[in-house]
């Protein structure tokens, strides 16, 4: 008695388990390519911080490599979580 549109509904959410090692390896690809993203966006944020002499700036691009650090983060304990199922 699943309900298709339950199950939809659980996957947009992101807490569903991959159903097999195949989908798994899936998601750990995708991460992998999520945290690089993420880690040059990182990389170009502090070097711009670097050259910044306005405070607000320089606050605002403290913030974005703040919120990217808790991405890269989540994203890295998500990979670990999926890499260590068995299947």
Same mark, same amino acid.
């Given at each position: 008695?699943k309900? @298709? /549109?339950?199950?939809?509904?659980?996957? /947009?959410?992101?807490?569903t388990? @991959? $159903?097999? =090692?195949?989908?798994?390896?899936?998601?750990? %690809?995708?991460?992998?390519?999520?945290? %690089?993203?993420?880690?040059?966006?990182?990389?170009?944020?502090?070097?711009?911080?670097?050259?910044?002499?306005?405070?607000?700036?320089?606050?605002?691009?403290?913030r974005? &490599?703040q /919120?990217?650090?808790?991405?890269? $983060?989540? =994203?890295?304990?998500?990979? &670990?979580?999926?890499n260590?199922?068995?299947?």
């Amino acid at each position: 008695s699943k309900h @298709p /549109a339950a199950a939809s509904a659980k996957s /947009a959410s992101g807490s569903t388990q @991959p $159903s097999d =090692a195949k989908q798994a390896q899936k998601e750990m %690809k995708t991460l992998e390519k999520s945290i %690089k993203a993420l880690d040059t966006q990182r990389i170009e944020l502090t070097a711009q911080m670097e050259t910044c002499n306005n405070t607000a700036e320089l606050e605002r691009l403290e913030r974005e &490599v703040q /919120a990217l650090e808790m991405e890269i $983060s989540a =994203a890295e304990e998500r990979w &670990v979580e999926l890499n260590a199922m068995e299947f």
